[in-house]
């Protein structure tokens, strides 16, 4: 950690991972996730496979990656295997490390098994569990490419609403929007962009399909755009001309569970604590059996990661840290609302990212 040689993009994200793993308890730690690797080296490739240790780090990627890694890495040793279970076995032997740490939810079991194999008598320990979080906290870059991020999408879909009314189909205005993100400099979707009208917006993660938008539809637009990697989040419930009265109050409670669950986030929360904000809000309105999902989760390079928000999770919110929060209301057949933002965990409180006004929109008819 004070060697420089295995800091391959800054020496406070190795040593999270020693901040969680004892050092002395493995030779050599083995990297499959493509983020994580991105993360800890620097290398943006879509294949290859990080062994660290404190004071060392070599990237192993096929040919295809071995100018690209050099470039992006250059504190990491770059080899270059042929076949990645050889390339694996041959770095492990060259290290002398038997005892391995691994990344067991980054790996299929099918290769899992061929590395087994392949390492004789090495013990192959999985790390499940023991890096959580470990992207969480964001520093000053990885905050200003996320606002990056949420300044393209911002702009890509403040420009566009004046225009949208009855008429347009789904795909369509999923499609203008991700032209244009990628037109402002977005460099793919954070994910498949959501645009669902109706009773397909009672379905969460609806895919947009043919279905045009009528007088009286509510629309549920989730979406985002990548800039250096960092991903933006973000859902805005609108209605086409006149919304029911039903619609009407649950809006009101979305968004009120959305206010308190902002209000409540600070460093030392934990994602149950604030799940449970917006969760009881919505319950206590009678809509409980009609939230289905978790209230948040962490963005960054990738766009659901740690901490996440859900009743499920102990995961603490520290300062730096970037999560939503986005409690939604389904009625099956009928219609959905979720409200989306981003915020940057403080010490005492938080800041809100994303900036597109989440008051009910009426779009025309
Ligand atoms: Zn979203
Ligand atoms: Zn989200």
Not at 192 to 208: D, E, M, Y
Not at 296 to 306: F, I, N, S, T, W
Request: overall charge negative; glycine content about 10%.
């Amino acid at each position: 950690m004070t060697d420089d040689k295995a800091t391959a993009v800054g020496g406070n994200r190795i040593e999270r991972v020693y901040e969680r793993i004892d050092p002395e308890e493995f030779d050599a730690l083995l990297f499959f996730d493509m983020r994580n690797i991105r993360y800890l080296t620097g290398f943006t490739g879509s294949d290859g496979v990080l062994l660290l240790r404190p004071d060392r780090g070599a990237l192993l990627v096929d040919g295809r990656y071995i100018t690209q890694a050099a470039e992006q890495s250059p504190h990491c040793e770059v080899v270059r295997y042929a076949d990645k279970v050889s390339g694996i076995a041959a770095a492990l032997t060259e290290w002398e490390a038997r005892r391995v740490g691994f990344e067991a939810s980054a790996l299929t079991v099918e290769l899992y098994e061929r590395i087994r194999e392949r390492v004789g008598t090495a013990r192959l320990t999985s790390l499940d569990g023991r890096l959580s979080c470990l992207r969480g906290r964001k520093d000053a870059e990885e905050i200003s490419s996320i606002r990056r991020a949420i300044d393209i999408a911002t702009e890509t879909l403040t420009a566009l609403l004046p225009f949208l009314n009855a008429g347009w189909s789904e795909r369509e205005i999923a499609l203008e929007l991700d032209c244009r993100m990628r037109a402002l400099g977005s460099e793919e979707n954070s994910f498949p962009t959501i645009v669902a009208s109706g009773p397909n917006a009672a379905l969460p993660h609806a895919r947009p399909g043919n279905r045009v938008l009528a007088a009286g539809d509510p629309v549920i637009i989730d979406f985002g755009a990548v800039y250096r990697g960092y991903r933006s989040d973000e859902t805005c419930s609108l209605v086409v001309g006149r919304p029911d009265g039903e619609y009407l109050k649950a809006y009101a409670v979305v968004k009120e569970a959305h206010d308190r669950a902002i209000a409540a986030v600070r460093a030392g929360v934990s994602g149950r604590e604030i799940d449970g904000v917006a969760r009881r809000h919505i319950e206590e309105r009678g809509y409980g059996p009609y939230f289905t999902h978790g209230t948040g989760h962490g963005v960054g390079l990738d766009v659901h990661e740690d901490p996440r928000l859900s009743p499920l999770s102990d995961q603490i919110l520290a300062p730096g840290m970037v999560v939503t929060v986005e409690p939604g209301i389904y009625l099956p057949g009928r219609w959905g609302i979720r409200i989306e933002d981003m915020v940057l965990v403080g010490e005492d409180g938080c800041e809100v990212l994303t900036r597109i006004p989440k008051e009910l929109r009426i779009i025309g008819s």
